[in-house]
């Protein structure tokens, strides 16, 4: 028996209709980047494993998919020295020996080390936009798939809060585009990293972090719960709650937070480093309010970014309208180029979840109706004659910008009106022996029934009658 095809869970085939749409996902983030001054790179879909562990904390390096190394990737393997003594196999370990390349997580750290390598060629402040897909071995579900398209846009070589502020510009530029109403939510993991000193515990920031990053997904008594799974204190709790659940406008929070660093917290203790990122997020507010942006814009002191490498501010946003996770994120990175034997090389991105972009944008009916439709005109084929008086005009026509096709057979008109119903095609010309003894072209409009007949060479007459 033929064995039935099938793809990898978290993977999905996309048909003619389904890449319109992302096209015009694609195209439309491309043309706010571009006007931005951002350029396109694209880096290889696998990297060196060494690049990409150790970037994403103990939870990402986990999701890293790894591929085995060519040819008889175990022999010479001496399985024995990789045996625990419960008696299992530390497979960490046996799959650094077994595994040299590793599919990219995310496209930041590839652009980190292409700037590192490429460092010498690149013009500083260095603006970047990249769209490609990247991998997770993540349990797939709704709005989460094991590969998945971002739309990245960096700029690194500058550590001014203006290329913060450029960032929430082009997010909101490119959801007022889409039709889609956002909630923009920026926090600083300086403060975070103040909240885990002010707390009691400043060695702890990546636990602390890891935790509260989960808060909209299990809520604030599981996140708790894991704190104190990882070793928090009630007292410490106790100072991180609060902060977890403060309302009000950006100015009032950070007021309130201001006295926390300042050590008007329970424990006391003062915090340079919380203060220095309050001071980050009220000028990013200032340069916010002073541009206008149109999308809401809010503080979220719960805001983590799960990430390791970011250092300052880090982005989210939300749909309002649609029920599914964050659909674009992103934050400042101080130290990542470091890594790779650049220090000094400030950097700050974010990144569009093409995926996730495309349900909301389908949920919500927000495609413009042309998106889906290739072809504008489809050319009924009344013989081979008839065809042959076509083709001038349909090459004309496609000079000017029209998509058109003449249909391949010459078949039952029914036949043919069915093609073009299922391709959503609005127009079709049926032009035979008559027209063709008058010179002329008959079109006809499918979705209002309007027909009209044209000279052959009154391109400019089809064209308006098709706009």
Same mark, same amino acid.
């Given at each position: 028996?033929?064995?039935?095809?099938?793809?990898?869970?978290?993977?999905?085939?996309?048909?003619?209709?389904?890449?319109?749409?992302?096209?015009?996902?694609?195209?439309?983030?491309?043309?706010?980047?571009?006007?931005?001054?951002?350029?396109?790179?694209? @880096?290889?879909?696998?990297?060196?494993?060494? @690049?990409?562990?150790?970037?994403?904390?103990?939870?990402?390096?986990?999701?890293?998919?790894?591929?085995?190394?060519?040819?008889?990737?175990?022999?010479?393997?001496?399985?024995?020295?990789?045996?625990?003594?419960?008696?299992?196999?530390?497979?960490?370990?046996?799959?650094?020996?077994?595994?040299?390349? /590793?599919?990219?997580?995310?496209?930041?750290?590839?652009?980190?080390?292409?700037?590192?390598?490429?460092?010498?060629?690149?013009?500083?402040? $260095?603006?970047?936009?990249?769209?490609?897909?990247?991998?997770?071995?993540?349990?797939?579900?709704?709005?989460?798939?094991?590969?998945?398209?971002?739309?990245?846009?960096?700029?690194?070589?500058?550590?001014?809060?203006?290329?913060?502020?450029?960032?929430?510009?082009?997010?909101?530029?490119?959801?007022?585009?889409?039709?889609?109403?956002?909630?923009?939510?920026?926090?600083?993991?300086?403060?975070?990293? %103040?909240?885990?000193?002010?707390?009691?515990?400043?060695?702890?920031?990546?636990?602390?972090?890891?935790?509260?990053?989960?808060?909209?997904?299990?809520?604030?008594?599981?996140?708790?719960?894991?704190?104190?799974?990882?070793?928090?204190?009630?007292?410490?709790?106790?100072?991180?709650?609060?902060?977890?659940?403060?309302?009000?406008?950006?100015?009032?929070?950070?007021?309130?937070?201001?006295?926390?660093?300042?050590?008007?917290?329970?424990?006391?203790?003062?915090?340079?480093?919380?203060?220095?990122?309050?001071?980050?997020?009220?000028?990013?507010?200032?340069?916010?309010?002073?541009?206008?942006?149109?999308?809401?814009?809010?503080?979220?002191?719960?805001?983590?970014? /799960?990430?390791?490498?970011?250092? %300052?501010?880090? $982005?989210?946003?939300?749909?309002?309208?649609?029920?599914?996770?964050?659909?674009?994120? %992103? /934050?400042?990175?101080?130290?990542?180029?470091?890594?790779?034997?650049?220090?000094?090389?400030? /950097?700050?991105?974010?990144?569009?979840?093409?995926?996730?972009?495309?349900?909301?944008?389908?949920?919500?009916?927000?495609?413009?109706?042309?998106?889906?439709?290739?072809?504008?005109?489809?050319?009924?084929?009344?013989?081979?004659?008839?065809?042959?008086?076509?083709?001038?005009?349909?090459?004309?026509?496609?000079?000017?910008?029209?998509?058109?096709?003449? $249909?391949?057979?010459?078949?039952?008109?029914?036949?043919?009106?069915?093609?073009?119903?299922?391709?959503?095609?609005? $127009?079709?010309?049926?032009?035979?022996?008559?027209?063709?003894?008058?010179?002329?072209?008959?079109?006809?409009?499918?979705?209002?029934?309007?027909?009209?007949?044209?000279?052959?060479?009154?391109?400019?007459?089809?064209?308006?009658?098709?706009?």
């Amino acid at each position: 028996m033929a064995q039935k095809p099938s793809i990898p869970k978290g993977t999905r085939d996309f048909g003619p209709a389904e890449m319109a749409g992302r096209n015009y996902i694609f195209d439309t983030v491309k043309s706010v980047f571009r006007t931005y001054g951002y350029m396109p790179i694209e @880096t290889p879909s696998m990297e060196n494993l060494g @690049t990409l562990l150790g970037k994403y904390g103990d939870e990402g390096d986990k999701l890293l998919f790894r591929i085995l190394n060519s040819g008889d990737a175990f022999s010479g393997v001496d399985f024995d020295s990789y045996m625990l003594e419960d008696g299992k196999c530390n497979s960490k370990a046996l799959s650094l020996k077994v595994c040299e390349k /590793g599919l990219r997580y995310d496209l930041t750290v590839p652009f980190a080390r292409f700037v590192v390598q490429h460092q010498n060629e690149l013009s500083f402040p $260095f603006k970047r936009y990249q769209i490609q897909p990247v991998w997770r071995a993540d349990r797939p579900q709704k709005g989460r798939y094991r590969e998945f398209y971002q739309c990245d846009a960096d700029v690194i070589g500058s550590g001014s809060l203006l290329n913060e502020l450029e960032l929430v510009q082009i997010v909101d530029r490119v959801f007022t585009l889409f039709g889609i109403n956002v909630l923009i939510k920026i926090n600083n993991r300086k403060v975070l990293a %103040g909240l885990a000193e002010i707390s009691g515990f400043p060695d702890q920031v990546t636990d602390i972090t890891v935790a509260i990053d989960k808060i909209d997904k299990i809520g604030l008594e599981a996140v708790e719960a894991e704190m104190r799974e990882r070793g928090l204190t009630e007292a410490a709790i106790s100072v991180i709650e609060p902060v977890l659940t403060l309302k009000g406008g950006y100015a009032e929070k950070i007021s309130v937070m201001r006295g926390l660093m300042e050590g008007k917290s329970a424990s006391g203790i003062v915090s340079e480093t919380g203060l220095k990122g309050l001071d980050e997020l009220d000028e990013l507010f200032g340069l916010i309010d002073a541009a206008g942006i149109s999308q809401e814009v809010e503080i979220d002191l719960s805001l983590a970014r /799960g990430l390791n490498y970011y250092t %300052g501010a880090i $982005f989210e946003v939300k749909a309002k309208d649609f029920e599914i996770g964050s659909i674009c994120g %992103g /934050g400042r990175y101080d130290n990542l180029t470091g890594i790779f034997g650049l220090p000094g090389m400030s /950097g700050v991105g974010i990144s569009f979840g093409a995926d996730r972009i495309y349900d909301v944008l389908k949920g919500l009916d927000k495609f413009p109706e042309d998106v889906t439709t290739a072809t504008r005109i489809l050319f009924a084929n009344m013989g081979a004659d008839e065809v042959k008086y076509l083709l001038p005009l349909v090459c004309k026509l496609r000079e000017s910008g029209v998509s058109c096709e003449i $249909f391949p057979d010459s078949a039952k008109l029914k036949k043919q009106f069915d093609y073009a119903d299922r391709k959503a095609i609005p $127009f079709i010309s049926i032009t035979g022996g008559d027209e063709v003894s008058k010179d002329q072209v008959n079109l006809k409009n499918l979705s209002t029934g309007e027909q009209k007949s044209f000279a052959k060479d009154d391109i400019g007459g089809i064209l308006k009658f098709i706009r």
